[in-house]
């Protein structure tokens, strides 16, 4: 999921750079009414960035999201009171693009945009398997990859089922919540939050190892971080070490003189 986020932001940067630089009420909201109201919404994301307020800019992305999806008046009104409710959070101009609402994501997502996404994201993951199964023909049987959910890609073997805890490991290839410890090359479990560690793949899925080599929590989205995997999924530590689910100065206006 966190693959098609990026490339759906990767979309939205070509469709900015394409088309260059109220409350919410109650009832239905046509199109318009929503852009006009999602922009003015989103304009609280911008001059803490240094960016002018959302305009033109904002508006064509609007357009672009909403072209195809099939929302109804209602819809769009339900979206904008469940973002007028969020807006004032912290974190609000670092949650992904549609807020984490359900309803915001059906107005939000194009399926022709989402479809362009899932097509981009296929060739990548072509070209990684083709690239694999040249370097590791012996773990590409018939020309599929080792099944990652129960083999892993041994050099000079073959697909291998995941090594269980506690059985020799050598590098890779342990069960999901496990991790092949490089002292023993024994598989091990993965560590909780306050436990010692020299890496993330030693830490649980919802933990991390920062930089006191400590397994912590992710981060969550607004707050300050020092590394990508540090940020709760699907997000990552954009340039200025906040984590981010979503640029939401994609819909601002240019950047002022003197910002940051």
Same mark, same amino acid.
């Given at each position: ?22 409350? %919410?009420?109650?009832?239905? @909201? ?16 911008? $001059? ?13 992305? #609007? ?6 999806? /099939? ?27 549609? /807020?984490? #609402? ?13 479809? =362009?996404?899932?097509? =981009?994201?296929? =060739?990548?993951?072509? $070209?990684? &398997? &083709? %690239? ?30 995941? #090594? ?8 890779? /290839? ?6 092949? +410890? ?9 560590? $909780? $939050? ?11 899925? +919802? ?6 080599? @400590?397994?912590?929590?992710?981060? %969550? ?10 940020? =709760?999924?699907?997000?990552?530590? +954009?340039?200025?070490? #906040?984590?981010?689910? /979503? ?6 206006? +240019? ?6």
């Amino acid at each position: 999921m966190r693959a098609c986020r990026l490339l759906l932001t990767t979309w939205l940067s070509l469709i900015v750079l394409s088309c260059g630089g109220g409350s %919410s009420g109650s009832g239905a @909201v046509n199109e318009n009414e929503f852009r006009a109201q999602y922009c003015e919404i989103m304009s609280r994301c911008c $001059a803490p960035e240094g960016y002018a307020p959302p305009g033109e800019r904002c508006q064509n992305v #609007i357009d672009y999201l909403t072209s195809d999806t /099939g929302a109804t008046d209602a819809m769009r009104s339900a979206c904008l009171t469940a973002i007028e409710n969020k807006k004032d959070l912290a974190e609000f101009c670092y949650l992904p693009m549609d /807020g984490d #609402i359900p309803v915001c994501h059906d107005v939000l997502t194009s399926p022709t945009l989402l479809a =362009q996404s899932e097509a =981009q994201k296929e =060739q990548v993951e072509a $070209a990684a &398997k &083709k %690239s694999a199964c040249t370097s590791n023909p012996e773990c590409c049987p018939a020309g599929v990859l080792c099944d990652s959910s129960a083999t892993y890609c041994k050099r000079g073997t073959g697909c291998q089922p995941l #090594i269980a805890l506690g059985e020799p490991c050598e590098s890779v /290839g342990c069960v999901a919540e496990g991790y092949c +410890d490089s002292a023993s090359l024994t598989c091990m479990a993965r560590k $909780a $939050a306050s436990l010692a560690c020299s890496n993330s793949q030693e830490c649980i899925a +919802d933990a991390y190892c920062n930089a006191g080599q @400590v397994c912590a929590q992710r981060i %969550s989205y607004g707050s300050l971080c020092d590394k990508s995997d540090a940020c =709760q999924a699907p997000g990552y530590c +954009d340039s200025q070490s #906040i984590c981010t689910a /979503g640029d939401h100065r994609l819909f601002c206006g +240019d950047k002022l003189a003197g910002g940051t």
